[in-house]
C-alpha cells in the first residue's frame, strides 16, 4: 500500500514536472527569479526527448511500483500514460523529436513575452513584485 501511494506520487511529480517544463516560462513575468528553475528543467525535458532516454522518475515510479507488488509499466512514462491519448500508434523517435522541438517553442514565446515585458518596463511586472 505505502509503496503504490510513493509511485503515485512520483506520477505526479513527474506530471508537474512535465506541466512546468511546458507552460512554466510564461510564469517568468511574475515571478522574476523562475527562470532560473524553468530553464534547467526545460533543457533536461529537451534533452530527455531529444535522446530518446528514459526519465529517471519513470524508473523511480517502476521501482516503487515493482516493490509494491505491482507490475511496472514498460517505455516510457508519455509512452504509457499519454501516447494512448495522444498518440494512438506509439511514441516514436520522430514524434519524441517534434515534442522536444515543441518545448523549445513554446518557451521560445513565453521568454520572449518575458523579455519585451521587462524591456517595456511592464507596469504589471513592477507590481507584482515583493
Partial sequence: MVWNILA?????LHLSFLI???IGGFFANRWRRLPWIHVPAA???TA???GGWTCPLTLIENWLR???????YPGEFMEYYLTPIV???GLTPEIQT????????????AYS??????SRGNQNYSKSLP
Avoid: D, Q, T
Avoid at 98 to 109: A, D, F, M, Q, T
Avoid at 113 to 118: A, I, Y
Fill in 8 to 12: 503515485n506520487l512520483v506520477l505526479l
Fill in 48 to 50: 530527455i526527448e531529444f
Fill in 66 to 72: 515493482v516493490a509494491g507488488g505491482k507490475a511496472g
Fill in 113 to 118: 513575452r518575458v523579455r519585451r515585458g521587462r
Fill in 87 to 89: 498518440y494512438p500508434e
Fill in 98 to 109: 517534434y515534442l522536444g522541438l515543441g518545448v523549445i517553442l513554446i518557451n521560445g514565446i
Fill in 20 to 22: 512546468f517544463v511546458i
Fill in 43 to 45: 533543457a533536461w525535458g
